[in-house]
């Protein structure tokens, strides 16, 4: 007997859950995962595309690398899921499953931040990293500000990020004596799990002459006048604005009743959802973990043994401990780390690791070893 099996979205939880079960069960899947775009890529590859080491074409992976038994990838848009029926439409037709996964991610609201506009003044996708990639050049003197609109927003370091890799460039271009850089945040500290690497990126901060905002939100973006809108209503000066934009899940997840309070809220456990058979993986989710890569995989590993589990009549897997790793770029070819978990203990925990050129190295091969195992790709 084949499994029969609907992957929704090929994201970072979608193509680890259909690698594992691929491996484990080869020909005896019968596995479509469906994706609208035609290929994937890293989430920090934008701000490579932002800081101009790379052009949008070249970080993208087709997913017509993605060949593994049992497994067939379709390019469509999902337009509706019936999870009491454990059936998906798309554009071009209907799918039916005996498990169905929704792994379709968090998309961005940006109408909740008057003035902040996609493919502009965001870094959040790939058109909005490029369009900032050919303004950063020209900034020279005045206001930078990287601003988050609200939480939870995706990769908590990547603000941190994109203002240690912009101090880096204005250093080289020799014009950051004339710039300020400022990060506004609704957190009170910069990786609120984790205050050893929210004093290491605030200890930074003051060494480069950055600011840190905290305890705000950007309510807009008001570019006639040059100025930050924060939900105090206290405004800051800006002559380039790197936004941070608003999640939201997919409409068709919150048209299929999957949602409640706005995400998907599975059992942490497992990844089930209340409807048999219906498991939820990564950012479409809201169960504690961040919005990141790590933790969608870390998910995504536990819905598929649980689903082996349930296939074979065996012993259902370890829980879901919510535990996964996010490295931060502090500039000049050093990067940190932090490990985090969520979901073991009574509150969140996080181990630091200062930054280093090793810890570089180690995310490339973060990159790299995801390439080969997902892409079949050096
Ligand atoms: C600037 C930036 C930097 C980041 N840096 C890091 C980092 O260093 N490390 C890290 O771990 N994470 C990082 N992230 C976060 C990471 O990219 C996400 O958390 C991760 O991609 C979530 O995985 P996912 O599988 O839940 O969803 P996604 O990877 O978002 O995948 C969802 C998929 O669903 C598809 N989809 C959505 N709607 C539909 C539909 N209706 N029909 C068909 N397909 C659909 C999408 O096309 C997409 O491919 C970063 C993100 C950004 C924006």
């Not at 680890?16 to 035609?38: M, P, V």
């Not at 890293?42 to 800081?51: C, I, N, T, Y």
């Not at 969520?342 to 973060?366: D, I, N, Q, V």
Request: aromatic share 10%.
């Amino acid at each position: 007997m084949k499994l029969r099996v609907v992957v929704s979205g090929a994201g970072f939880g979608g193509l680890e859950l259909s690698t594992i079960l691929s491996e484990a069960l080869g020909d005896r899947l019968d596995l479509t995962l469906i994706d609208k775009s035609d290929s994937f890529a890293f989430g920090f590859s934008k701000l490579d595309v932002m800081f101009g080491h790379e052009k949008p074409e070249g970080v993208r992976l087709a997913y017509r690398h993605f060949q593994k038994p049992g497994v067939r990838f379709r390019q469509e848009a999902i337009t509706g899921i019936d999870p009491k029926a454990k059936r998906v439409k798309t554009e071009k037709g209907i799918y039916e499953a005996d498990v169905l996964v929704i792994a379709l991610g968090a998309d961005y609201d940006f109408k909740a931040t008057p003035g902040l506009i996609e493919g502009e003044n965001e870094f959040y996708t790939f058109p909005g990293a490029k369009q900032l990639g050919e303004i950063i050049p020209q900034f020279s003197k005045g206001k930078a500000v990287i601003g988050i609109s609200a939480t939870p927003y995706k990769c908590p370091p990547a603000p941190y990020e994109a203002a240690f890799l912009l101090d880096d460039y204005l250093t080289k271009r020799g014009v950051r004596g004339a710039c300020e850089i400022s990060v506004v945040t609704p957190f009170a500290i910069p990786i609120p799990p984790s205050p050893e690497t929210s004093t290491a990126i605030l200890a930074a901060f003051s060494e480069r002459n950055m600011t840190f905002v905290p305890k705000k939100a950007v309510k807009a973006i008001d570019a006639a006048r040059r100025l930050v809108i924060m939900d105090d209503n206290s405004a800051l000066a800006c002559d380039l604005y790197l936004g941070v934009p608003k999640l939201r899940v997919p409409d068709v997840v919150i048209e299929s009743g999957l949602t409640e309070g706005g995400w998907i809220v599975p059992d942490p456990k497992n990844l089930k959802t209340k409807f048999p058979g219906v498991y939820a993986v990564g950012d479409v989710t809201r169960i504690g973990p961040p919005k990141a890569g790590l933790f969608a995989e870390g998910m995504a590993r536990v819905a598929a043994l649980s689903i082996l589990a349930d296939f074979r009549n065996g012993t259902q897997p370890p829980h879901y401990d919510g535990a996964g790793t996010c490295y931060i770029e502090f500039g000049g070819g050093q990067v940190a780390r932090v490990d985090v978990n969520f979901l073991s203990g009574p509150t969140p925990t996080g181990r630091y690791f200062a930054p280093s050129a090793e810890l570089f190295a180690e995310k490339k091969l973060f990159g790299s070893t995801r390439r080969a195992r997902w892409f079949g790709l050096k």
